[in-house]
């Protein structure tokens, strides 16, 4: 399992094509949440490539079933926010832990910012819902930690009932086959053009950097 804290996420080349970011409210053949809704509407937008892949990722999907987005571009302070808020979270709850430990921890739940996927407009976090809006059962909540869900979040974890394990292997299969890949801590989290997708998909630099 290759964490963002991984040395060899921070040694991709980052580069930028350009691609605009665009609104995910405007696409209306995809669902969106808005539980992490920000003022100013950062939640709801992604990079077009990445709109692309997941309006093709939907068309994959059973019928009936539908992406329920709830984040996509993740501005620097926030994520900076986010990170030492968690960090600091595990710091009291385990004082013993090494400065090392505490780092690869605290990213198997949030990136640090020097790579942060969201903060490229090339990630986003999602699940499935059904026609009426109802999310489907997929073993854990979206953003559980690995220490309140006994490491349930992982993606691959299979201490959950088998149909949260379907509903979880029906969102690899629609969202791998369009081209993101998963961050295997969080069964939420995909991307693409990010340094994540870059390693693991053999990409000799970034699509997208930091915004």
Not at 5 to 29: C, I, N, W
Not at 43 to 67: E, I, T
Request: proline content about 7%.
């Amino acid at each position: 399992m290759i964490l963002l804290s991984d040395p060899r996420v921070a040694a991709v080349s980052s580069r930028d094509d350009g691609d605009p970011l665009v609104d995910l409210r405007d696409l209306p053949e995809l669902r969106l949440d808005t539980r992490a809704a920000d003022p100013a509407g950062a939640y709801a937008r992604v990079r077009r490539g990445v709109a692309d892949r997941l309006l093709a990722a939907q068309r994959a999907l059973p019928a009936g079933l539908r992406l329920l987005v709830v984040e996509g571009y993740r501005p620097y302070r926030a994520q900076l926010d986010i990170f030492t808020g968690y960090r600091d979270e595990l710091r009291r709850r385990y004082p013993d832990w090494s400065a090392e430990r505490l780092h690869r921890e605290t990213a198997k739940f949030v990136s640090p910012v020097e790579v942060a996927p969201h903060s490229t407009g090339g990630a986003v976090d999602l699940t499935l819902c059904d026609a009426d809006g109802k999310e489907l059962a997929m073993g854990t909540a979206l953003d559980a930690t690995p220490e309140e869900s006994a490491d349930a979040c992982f993606t691959a974890a299979r201490h959950i009932p088998v149909s949260a394990w379907r509903n979880r292997q029906i969102l690899v299969a629609a969202l791998s086959g369009a081209g993101l890949v998963n961050y295997p801590t969080e069964w939420w989290h995909w991307s693409y053009g990010d340094r994540y997708w870059a390693l693991l998909t053999g990409a000799p630099h970034t699509r997208y950097g930091p915004l």
